[in-house]
């Protein structure tokens, strides 16, 4: 069972656009829900994160948008740059806060100079 | 102040070999978790050490897996009579636990390669 549910696998976009990575989920105990970035040979990096008392997070040209009754959230990078490409990966975790992270497959973002 | 570090960054090793993957957590973190990141995936929980204890090991896939933590820092991952399945990228994360969030902090990982 896939309990983190992501999209697109792998998306395209130009320089200067809006990239768009949509996730759901089904446990409603999970109360944090982050983003990670990750490089080739790297290991995943924090991007943003978001607690489901707020509806959208904003973080530079990085926001989270977050429909608790949909059970969805996705992110939006704009003014997309080539520096931008990597595997982004949605996640949740549980109330406790030593819970573990349970994450998406992954969206591989390419940025065309 | 450095990282979590990983040793070593590549492991080739052969069916049924012994494997040990070894993860330094930042100083001071008390939780230390591992992962295993297979290709095109996200990473999978494995086990999660709160101080020298496992609080939650129900990642482990079988009883090939063992991991200790035995003075609440360092962190070795086991793999005994390793498989070809067992190749992926073995991540180690580390936390505070002093936010409000679970923010972990991830190393580059271990490539392990059995062949």
């Known amino acids: 069972q896939q309990q983190v549910k992501q999209s697109p696998q792998s998306l395209i976009v130009q320089k200067g656009g809006i990239s768009i990575i949509n996730c759901a989920y089904e446990n409603t105990a999970f109360d944090y829900f982050p983003w990670y970035q990750q490089f080739p040979g790297k290991g995943p990096a924090l991007l943003i994160a978001i607690r489901p008392d707020v509806s959208e997070k904003k973080e530079g040209r990085f926001t989270i948008s977050f429909n608790k009754s949909a059970k969805q959230f996705s992110l939006h990078i704009m003014d997309s740059q080539p520096g931008d490409s990597a595997t982004y990966f949605c996640?949740?975790?549980?109330?406790?806060?030593?819970?573990?992270?349970?994450f998406g497959k992954g969206t591989r973002l390419h940025i065309l100079p | 102040g450095a990282g979590v570090s990983q040793t070593p960054s590549n492991k080739v090793t052969e069916k049924g070999k012994y494997v040990e993957l070894r993860c330094d957590p930042i100083s001071g973190h008390t939780a230390l978790y591992w992962y295993r990141q297979s290709l095109g995936q996200g990473p999978e929980f494995l086990i999660y050490f709160q101080g020298t204890g496992a609080a939650d090991d129900s990642g482990l896939p079988n009883d090939r897996f063992f991991a200790v933590r035995p003075e609440g820092s360092v962190s070795t991952l086991k793999i005994q009579r390793t498989e070809r399945g067992d190749s992926a990228v073995y991540l180690c994360a580390s936390s505070s636990l002093a936010g409000t969030y679970n923010e972990q902090f991830f190393g580059p990982g271990t490539r392990l390669t059995v062949l």
């Open positions: 996640a949740a975790s549980a109330a406790n806060r030593d819970d573990k992270i349970i």
